[in-house]
Every structure is written in structure tokens, then in C-alpha cells.
């Protein structure tokens, strides 16, 4: 069986940066669907691999179906702090497209990944930071 990334690179870099992020959101979803599925259908073992009855059971590397695709979020996140902040309507922009890419972390958080909390954190506060220093 052959592992599918999402989003798929031939799909990443079309667009603008606001049909990007959107793209990456619809990605997140489809791989967040996937990832629950395989979850729900395994079979967990009785007993966790190291023996301990209280422990839950992982899934495997190998029974894994689909990846989501880091460098294109990144690159992604890369260029949305590359945006100018010199006017309000360029600040504007960067909070809304911080605001769209934690929404993004905040799907992949729901496929089983609760570390991303604190990515998706981050974000809302350099959010935050960046449309509060428009008043100054």
C-alpha cells in the first residue's frame, strides 16, 4: 500500500497565498479523515506491545496511510511572516493569514496530534502581536 501525503505536491504551490493556505486547510481535513479512519479500524491489542495492560496501543509506521506534507506549511508560514507590517492593511492581511493558518493546526490537532496545541498557539499570539502594534 502506498503512502499518500497531503496536500499533494503537485497542487502546493498554485494560486495565491490566501488560495495556498486554503488548499492546506482542505488538505488538513482530508488527511485528518483518513487518519481517524485508519485509528478507528484498528484493532487494538488487548495488551500494549510492552506488555502493560494499562497503556493504549499505537498504530504502526506500516499501517499508516497517508502523511501530511510539513514543508509546504512551512513554506507557506515562511512567506506569511515575510509580509511587510509598514501599513495597517499589510498587518491586516498577516493577522488574517496567521488567524487561516491556525486554523490549520487546530485540524491536525484533531488527527491525533495534541502537541500541535502549542504550534497553533503561537501563532494566535504572534497574531495578536502583530495587529497590536497597529496602534502604535
Do not use: C
Not at 497542487?11 to 488538505?27: C, Y
Not at 508560514?77 to 498577516?94: F, H
Amino acid at each position: 500500500m502506498s503512502l499518500v501525503f497531503y496536500p499533494h505536491i503537485e497542487d502546493s504551490n498554485k494560486g495565491s497565498l490566501e488560495d495556498r493556505i486554503e488548499m492546506l486547510i482542505v488538505a488538513a481535513d482530508k488527511f485528518k479523515a483518513v487518519t481517524l479512519d485508519v485509528s478507528t479500524k484498528a484493532e487494538p491489542a488487548p495488551i500494549s506491545p510492552d506488555g502493560d495492560p494499562n497503556k493504549k496501543n499505537t498504530i504502526a509506521p506500516r499501517d499508516l496511510q497517508a502523511a501530511y506534507n510539513w514543508a509546504e506549511i512551512a513554506a507557506v508560514l515562511r512567506e506569511v511572516r515575510e509580509i511587510l507590517e509598514v501599513s495597517p492593511e499589510g498587518k491586516a492581511r498577516k493577522g488574517r493569514l496567521l488567524t487561516k493558518l491556525s486554523e490549520i493546526y487546530e485540524v491536525l490537532r484533531g488527527a491525533k496530534m495534541p502537541k500541535l496545541e502549542a504550534v497553533r498557539l503561537a501563532l494566535v499570539g504572534e497574531k495578536t502581536q502583530v495587529l497590536g502594534s497597529s496602534g502604535s
